[in-house]
């Protein structure tokens, strides 16, 4: 049975920063592609980071220079820096797998006040 289950989301000030995390179950993890994704209340999901099994990472231009996504294979884990954080990144923020097949977690709640 494939697990994804995102922690790390909560309220911060506008500025402030958050670390998500998000650990697999049930997968080869290393072969994985691994996202980040986000949906605000009223508009589609979207892609905020994504990193390949081999270590390339793509991001929204809406977060460049602002989140860092990283892996630890060892731990089947896929993190989230987000700094600077601003209002407009207030999300539900899932986790995503992606191989042959795409799993999904339940989603982490990010809140950011102005």
Do not use: H
């Amino acid at each position: 049975q494939v697990q994804l289950v995102e922690s790390g989301g909560g309220l911060v000030q506008a500025g402030g920063s958050l670390r998500l995390s998000c650990a697999a179950s049930g997968i080869i993890f290393s072969i994985y592609s691994m996202g980040w994704y986000r949906q605000a209340p009223g508009k589609q999901r979207e892609l905020v980071a994504i990193i390949t099994s081999g270590g390339s990472t793509n991001y929204a231009d809406s977060v460049k220079g602002r989140f860092t996504i990283s892996r630890d294979n060892a731990k089947n884990t896929v993190y989230l820096q987000m700094n600077s954080l601003k209002p407009e990144d207030t999300a539900d923020y899932y986790c995503n797998a992606q191989f042959r097949w795409s799993y999904w977690g339940q989603g982490t709640q990010v809140t950011v006040s102005s």
